[in-house]
């Protein structure tokens, strides 16, 4: 009987972003490279696994965003013109690289992998959402669901319908995806503040997540730290805890995995390094350089500038993943040894980690994923691997207690949410919210397009809401197309609101903006209320 258990939590999450005015539109590139690179490869694990009777388990978010986004037919159109691209650039490598052999080498690599990742995609029909929900089915995967938006709840908290619609919404939405009821949920950035466990009663959640604070200054002071969950005591939901030791094994920049110097260079591509009137074909819209996906170069050192990195080579990779994943697991092993011996009780190690930095930054990380479950699996007599539904289910009785106002990220209290660069947005987030609890009391009576304005003005202010438009603006990145988008949904939510206390919707504008921020089809607003 293992002495301890390891729950691995990927929080699989991107913004709603969709254009279908533009014929193609940069920012559409984040969802289609995390499917080339992350969504993808992880299918792929997990059928292997399935396939080869490995009794693994894992735990993933899949944000309502996200899935909105895998299951929308425009865009799985133009996944498929991304990957078909790829695979055309990849052929025009072969014959480009000829007289170069290792270059050829990795051309035939893409080439193949581009290949197969289209044959994943074409095998479910391009639906990504189904093969999760195959993978749940099973028993072996099981998904959570986060805020509607990924709204960061504490500070939306002024106005708790705002709350209590991003998570009803949410949980709605995931039964429509999966067939019931979520289990759990991942809290935007870890963001929770005390009572809100009860809204997430009300959704039918039985646990969340916080950062590895939350739960050590719980109150009363949990008995085992982080290594159990705690029950909140009014609302009977469970929380877990971040594992700091083996997420830094992963996360770490200095530490981490991820730079070891055989691994493949993220910020070297051959659509920077490549003359452009021979790229510029693949790296529409503008033509402007940007990330093909083609790689061909290693991490090498530390401190090399990268135009002194050396070839990258798979092999040498593949073998340090499985090599670093039994690093890992031996890691665990003797963690949860000292544990148990301590707490008198078996532990639960639970590390999340960001999905997308499995196969998107860390080029390496599904095959160490792989290599990390089947060692777990079937050679740990120390570790079993689970998830968080599955351990309550087998551990009903816990501490009671109540954690802490927290949040994962820089000093761990919502610094990198509110701030000098995004504080603007808030006071308009409030004042959003109050209006729509305002017009949510309004009953159409029988008059459909009030009830379409009132239901898009939800979707708009949930839009706003996202907590990766303030995220943008403090990392200095994109931050002209974070401020365009709250101000746009800004925009439009007010319009609306105008149209709707006035009695005159423009149908006309009404129907344009349902088709441009289509989310959430179903969405109920009198849960603003």
């Known amino acids: ?117 289209r044959a994943v995609f074409d095998q479910y029909e391009g639906n990504l959402v189904a093969a999760f929900k195959k993978f749940q089915d099973l028993g072996v995967l099981e998904i959570v669901t986060c805020g509607a938006t990924h709204g960061f709840l504490p500070l939306l908290q002024v106005q708790p319908q705002a709350v209590r619609a991003q998570i009803h919404v949410a949980a709605d939405h995931y039964e429509h995806h999966f067939g019931r009821r979520p289990r759990g949920i991942w809290l935007a950035e870890c963001g929770y503040f005390p009572g ?32 159990a969950p705690i029950v909140c005591p009014d609302s009977g939901v469970a929380a877990f805890a971040r594992d700091q030791e083996s997420s830094r094994q992963v996360w770490s920049k200095d530490e981490g995995y991820p730079g070891d110097f055989n691994y493949r260079e993220f910020y070297r591509d051959i659509g920077y390094d490549l003359p452009l009137d021979y790229i510029a074909p693949y790296i529409q819209p503008t033509g402007d350089r940007k990330n093909t ?32 994943a039994g690093h890992f697991l031996w890691c665990r092993e003797q963690q ?90 808030y006071p308009h987030l409030h004042k959003a919210a109050e209006r729509m609890a305002e017009v949510a009391k309004i009953e159409p009576n029988g008059n459909p397009v009030e009830k379409r304005a009132l239901e898009q003005m939800a979707r708009e202010l949930l839009l706003a809401q996202s907590s990766d438009w303030a995220f943008i603006m403090k990392t200095g990145t994109m931050v002209e197309y974070a401020i365009k988008r709250t101000k746009t949904h800004l925009l439009r939510f007010n319009r609306l609101y105008d149209q709707v206390r006035h009695g005159r919707v423009d149908e006309k504008w009404l129907e344009k903006v349902e088709y441009l921020d289509n989310i959430f089809p179903e969405v109920d607003y009198r849960l603003f209320r």
Not at 198 to 210: D, N, Q, S
Not at 300 to 311: A, C, I, W
């Open 1 to 117: 009987m293992a002495l301890g258990y390891l729950a691995m939590v990927l929080h699989a999450h991107l913004p709603f972003v969709r254009h279908p005015e533009h014929s193609h539109f940069l920012e559409e590139d984040w969802l289609y490279e995390a499917m080339t690179e992350t969504y993808i490869p992880l299918i792929s694990i997990f059928d292997e696994l399935v396939r080869d009777g490995i009794d693994f388990r894992i735990t993933m978010s899949l944000t309502p965003p996200l899935v909105s986004m895998l299951a929308d037919e425009l865009l799985q159109a133009r996944y498929r013109r991304t990957i078909d691209e790829q695979i055309e650039l990849s052929e025009l490598e072969v014959k480009r690289t000829r007289f170069e052999p290792h270059y050829q080498y990795l051309a035939k690599y893409y080439l193949d992998r581009f290949k197969r990742t």
């Open 196 to 227: 809100v466990d009860a809204i997430l009663r009300e959704a039918g959640i039985k646990y969340f997540f916080t950062d590895t604070h939350g739960i050590l200054n719980a109150t009363p002071r949990p008995r085992y730290g982080h290594f």
């Open 293 to 324: 996906g083609i790689k061909y170069f290693r991490v090498t050192g530390k401190t090399v500038p990268l135009h002194r990195k050396e070839p990258y080579d798979p092999h040498w990779a593949d073998r340090k993943a499985d090599e670093h």
């Open 336 to 425: 949860i040894l000292h544990l148990a011996g301590q707490l008198g009780r078996p532990p639960i190690v639970v590390s999340p980690y960001d999905a997308e930095l499995f196969g998107h930054w860390w080029f390496e990380g599904p095959n160490w994923l792989n290599y990390l479950l089947r060692k777990t699996a079937c050679d740990s007599q120390v570790v079993k691997l689970t998830t968080p539904g599955e351990y309550l289910e087998n551990n009903p009785t816990q501490q009671i207690a109540t954690p802490s106002f927290s949040s994962w990220g820089a000093e761990g209290y919502a610094s990198f949410w509110l701030n000098d660069t995004n504080e603007w947005i």
